[in-house]
């Protein structure tokens, strides 16, 4: 579903990505890990055809970026530091439109489905300019699987959510992975990529240093295996 080949991504005299190499098989969870500065933003935005590589091949559900990135949006859902929503419109209006960019067909039943799921039914109305940060990251997430995609991308999504819209996160991230679908998650909270993922790998000085699923691990835990991958 994804196919990354010798990717390199440079800002001037700064090479942030060296050559990476990385594939997620349909219905993979992928949590990608780093300290940072390692680059993870950077290459999910190339991921999601928002940032163009320097060098290298990337292919997404078949389709190579950047020339293809149209398809590309149409297969993925995105949820970033920025929610990419509209202030001045309400929960349900952001919804509608981006559920009318995709065609997507019984609308009104789509947008109360996700509603329900991230707890926002009774703030559908309201302008999202006056939510709180974790609303609007709940609402973000609904925007993202608003079109059923087949590819998710996650960058830090915990990032500003309270206790019970993390826990809401956790359902949606879960049920994602139930309905096969592939995911690639950036995150710091390595005890939450550890319960959610299939395969666990290090970005750190621009590659790929270490991947392993959970099998691998043994009787160590992903922190172990974290701690090591970065110090080889």
């Known amino acids: 579903m994804i196919e990354v080949k010798k990717l390199y991504k440079r800002f001037g005299l700064k090479t942030v990505l060296r050559g990476v190499d990385f594939s997620v098989q349909p219905g993979e969870f992928v949590a990608l890990l780093g300290p940072n500065g390692a680059g993870k933003t950077t290459f999910l935005r190339i991921l999601a055809s928002l940032s ?79 939510f709180s940060r974790g ?19 996650f960058d830090e999504p915990y990032t500003g959510l309270d206790q019970d819209a993390s826990e809401m996160l956790d359902a949606v991230l879960k049920n994602v992975a139930a309905a096969g679908r592939t995911v690639v998650m950036t995150s710091h909270d390595l005890a939450r990529a550890e319960d959610l993922a299939t395969r666990f790998d290090i970005l750190s000085r621009g590659i790929i240093a270490a991947s392993a699923r959970p099998a691998d691990l043994g009787n160590t835990n992903l922190l172990a295996f974290y701690k090591q991958a970065l110090a080889s």
């Open 52 to 130: 163009r590589p320097s060098l290298g091949q990337v292919h997404v559900a078949g389709y190579a970026l950047p020339g293809q990135s149209a398809a590309v949006r149409q297969r993925l859902g995105v949820v970033s530091h920025m929610p990419l929503l509209y202030g001045d419109l309400t929960a349900e209006e952001n919804l509608q439109f981006y559920g009318r960019m995709y065609n997507l067909p019984a609308l009104d039943e789509r947008i109360s489905a996700v509603l329900e799921m991230v707890g926002l039914t009774t703030r559908r109305r309201d302008l999202v300019r006056t």
């Open 135 to 153: 609303m609007q990251q709940r609402l973000a997430i609904g925007r993202a699987v608003l079109h059923d995609p087949d590819v998710m991308l």
